[in-house]
Nanobody, 129 residues
Framework: EVQLVESGGGLVQPGGSLKLSCTTSGFTMDAYPMGWFRQVPGKEREWVAGIGRADVGGRTTYAEAVRGRFTISRDNNEDTLYLHMTSLKPDEGARYYC????????????????????WGPGTQVTVSS
């Protein structure tokens, strides 16, 4: 059974940092592109960052709003995906989700949530003073 579980969320002050983790099981994580998304109530789920399949380059890509401040990475030995977030802004408070792409292969992760078929329950991030 494929499972993804996020952790590491919490309350952080504006300008602060958090590192989110996504532990996976039931599949070989390095064989799939993976992504991070976020969502606030009443809005669509927003793509944040992606990392491609490890053995074909595993390219990282970022939404324009987070580029230079967020870093996505993966530990294939631990089957864990990470999102290190710095210089957080108040409007970046949201529920953050990790997801596995539907199809294996590809050095780049897709940006549309429609291309992901497994999701974790999410971890809440609140950015407030």
């Amino acid at each position: 059974e494929v499972q993804l579980v996020e952790s590491g969320g919490g309350l952080v002050q504006p300008g602060g940092s958090l590192k989110l983790s996504c532990t996976t099981s039931g599949f070989t994580m390095d064989a799939y592109p993976m992504g991070w998304f976020r969502q606030v109530p009443g809005k669509e789920r927003e793509w944040v960052a992606g990392i491609g399949r490890a053995d074909v380059g595993g390219r990282t890509t970022y939404a324009e709003a987070v580029r230079g401040r967020f870093t996505i990475s993966r530990d294939n030995n631990e089957d864990t995906l990470y999102l290190h977030m710095t210089s957080l802004k108040p409007d970046e408070g949201a529920r953050y989700y990790c997801a596995r792409a539907t199809y294996s292969g590809g050095a780049y992760a897709p940006r549309s949530s429609l291309n992901y078929n497994y999701w974790g329950p999410g971890t809440q991030v609140t950015v407030s003073s």
